[in-house]
């Protein structure tokens, strides 16, 4: 198809982004803020095209990996829960993924439970087996198409925190982020369901998360409705 050619070594330097992702994280928030996050990186306008790797993929999703739109946006082809695609499909997918399309960008999303690994003594993600032996798996790994996160973890608590602050224009007192790393539910939508809701409680004018604050999270979280806990994902 027109704009598509083979995968040569030049490409990664030649294009402003991956010619095809992976993300591998068990949080769907910080997936999608992931995805955000790589496609402001990029240059031109996207379109998100979703498809879920729990059912078969339909005809439509072969030819969004393949086919450019015929408008300005490019397309983001999103597989979500990509990790439950068959080793069949794995398989087929090595032909699109061989070449780089500039206006077709996939994202093949592993949202499996990371388990202890014993030989790194640290949480790892289990990559199924027949996706590590496909050609573009190796070339996504050597390229740095690829991105982790074990998800919101006590230890990541502080950045995550940080980040929210700077967006609301808020300032995090030292000491404010050990305390709400005990104290924020440990799933990024959640977090900032609950971080939203402190920031409503802070007196007026006020700029500044304080230690003192993350007391406030037991209480909205305990306060919320059934209704507001967050989708499944």
């Known amino acids: 198809p027109p704009g598509r050619r083979l995968l040569g070594r030049s490409d990664q330097a030649a294009m402003s982004r991956p010619g095809f992702s992976f993300l591998i994280c068990p949080d769907a928030a910080l997936l999608r803020r992931e995805i955000d996050r790589q496609l402001t990186a990029a240059s031109g306008e996207w379109e998100k095209r979703v498809y879920w ?66 030989q790194t003594r640290t949480q790892a993600p289990k990559i199924p087996k027949w996706i590590q032996r496909q050609k573009y798996w190796e070339v996504a790994e050597r390229r740095g198409f690829v991105w982790r996160s074990p998800g919101l973890t006590p230890r990541a608590v502080p950045e995550f925190l940080k980040g929210w602050a700077r967006e609301r224009g808020l300032t995090v007192e030292p000491g404010a982020a050990a305390a709400f790393a005990q104290a924020l539910p440990l799933d990024a939508t959640a977090a900032r369901l609950a971080l939203d809701k402190v920031e409503l409680a802070l007196p007026p004018g006020e700029t500044r998360v304080t230690a003192e604050a993350a007391a406030l999270v037991e209480e909205v979280t305990e306060a919320a409705p059934a209704d507001e806990a967050p989708a499944a994902n």
């Open 53 to 118: 790797g729990d059912e078969e993929p339909p005809a439509a999703f072969w030819q969004d990996l393949t086919i450019p739109g015929l408008l300005a946006a490019s397309k983001a082809v999103i597989v979500r829960r990509a990790h439950q695609l068959s080793a069949e499909t794995w398989d087929r997918l090595s032909g699109p993924l061989r070449g780089v399309n500039d206006r077709v960008w996939p994202f093949l999303c592993l949202e499996g439970t990371w388990e202890y690994d014993r």
